[in-house]
């Protein structure tokens, strides 16, 4: 039951450039989303996130759009730096304390 | 800065044999949760913890598995009996309060059935 999916498995930027990170939802009852970042032998780590009420929030670099009508949100990263190549997970939450994960997009930037 | 830390980082078992994961959450945080990642899979939730309680879990999280905080800061994760599936990596993660819904995760367990 893939309720959240990230469609790209992996993506490649050149470092200065936009990277636009994609994820589609099917679930209406979800009331929050969230970005994460995973580097290799480590946890994911929050990055962004955006409520349900919101179509968009920003934090220096980072940007999610959320397009409700279109269940379907975006992590903007404006410019991309090798440091920023990772694995990232898109999240939503459905009420109550769950959460569905993405598969997850492999980023990376290439100086 | 507080980290989430888990306990091993790497355990190896036989089938059918018991495994408990440790976690430490975060000092201050209420909520707790257990997910695991099948190599090459999307992070799975497990189940989440909160008032000593078990508040949600999916369809994974059967009588196999059980969760506990047996002393106000360790969280753990048993597997009664375990499988060849079971091979994931193990996360635990925790979050801080009722209206901030980003959770801290700890660096994982890589559980190996054999």
């Known amino acids: 039951d893939q309720q959240v999916k990230q469609n790209s498995p992996s993506l490649s930027v050149q470092e200065g450039r936009i990277s636009i990170l994609n994820c589609d939802y099917t679930n209406s009852m979800f009331d929050y989303f969230l970005w994460y970042k995973k580097y290799p032998a480590e946890g994911p780590t929050f990055l962004i996130s955006i409520s349900s009420i919101k179509d968009k929030n920003e934090d220096g670099r980072f940007t999610v759009f959320l397009n409700k009508s279109a269940k379907h949100l975006s992590l903007h990263i404006v410019p991309s730096q090798p440091g920023d190549s990772a694995v990232y997970f898109c999240a939503a939450r459905r009420g109550g304390n769950q959460f569905y994960f993405g598969t997850g997009t492999s980023l990376t930037v290439i100086p | 800065e507080p980290e989430v830390t888990q306990t091993p980082s790497h355990q190896v078992t036989q089938m059918g044999q018991e495994v408990i994961l440790r976690c430490v959450p975060i000092s201050n945080h209420l909520y707790f949760y257990w997910y695991r990642q099948i190599l090459g899979q999307k992070v799975e939730f497990l189940v989440s913890?909160?008032?000593?309680?078990?508040?949600?879990k999916s369809e994974i999280f059967d009588d196999q598995f059980s969760v506990e905080r047996p002393d106000g800061s360790n969280f753990t994760l048993k597997i009664r009996s375990t499988k060849l599936e079971d091979s994931a990596m193990y996360f635990c993660?925790?979050?801080?309060?009722?209206?901030?819904?980003?959770?801290?995760f700890g660096p994982g367990t890589r559980l190996t059935v054999t």
């Open positions: 913890f909160y008032n000593n309680e078990i508040s949600e």
């Open positions: 993660a925790s979050r801080g309060g009722h209206t901030s819904y980003e959770q801290y």
